[in-house]
């Protein structure tokens, strides 16, 4: 377990300063940093850089390929392993196959994009560090905070405390891992 801190966390008192303080910390070189907002606020995700998420891709990759292999599993039994002749019809006729094929990829495309959000928010984590900060409880009620995370490479404990404060922070305390 790393001895060093999680990061340090402030708190603003209003939106547009959370905004500025995210911009002005990202024109000083910051770029490992976490908002808490108990709402939206509308352009925070650019400001903080969001990464792209990978759910939708996974939910794709994933329903294809059950449904694909659905419609292969089905004609190998039906054309292939164990032809049986009912009326005349052919050994492989499509349009049985298809409803157990739509409903493979529902199933798996519904279980991989779980799965993805599940690896996207790194859960499942029963414990982190902001837990222990106080201020962090108030972020779902009426705090707006921004975490500089400690695996930053331009991290100097110092020096983001004075950051943060220049940049008209309430409250700037160091969180612990």
Request: proline residues 8%; charged residues 15%; glycine residues 10%.
């Amino acid at each position: 377990m790393s001895t060093g801190p999680y990061g340090c966390i402030a708190e603003f008192d209003s939106a547009p300063a959370l905004l500025a303080a995210v911009a002005g910390l990202r024109t000083r070189g910051y770029s490992r940093l976490e908002a808490y907002t108990p709402f939206p606020v509308e352009g925070l995700a650019q400001a903080l850089g969001a990464s792209r998420d990978w759910t939708a891709v996974a939910m794709l990759v994933a329903g294809a390929l059950a449904g694909a292999g659905m419609l292969a599993l089905q004609y190998y039994g039906a054309a292939i392993n164990y032809p049986i002749n009912v009326g005349g019809r052919p050994d492989a006729s499509w349009p049985a196959f298809i409803p157990p094929a739509v409903e493979m990829t529902i199933l798996f495309a519904a279980l991989a994009g779980v799965v993805a959000m599940l690896a996207a928010n790194g859960l499942p984590r029963l414990h982190h560090p902001l837990f222990d900060s106080q201020r962090f409880t108030r972020a779902s009620r009426n705090g707006l905070l921004l975490v500089v995370l400690a695996d930053d490479p331009r991290y100097e404990p110092g020096a983001v405390r004075q950051a943060l404060l220049e940049l008209h922070a309430t409250h700037v305390e160091t969180v612990p891992s």
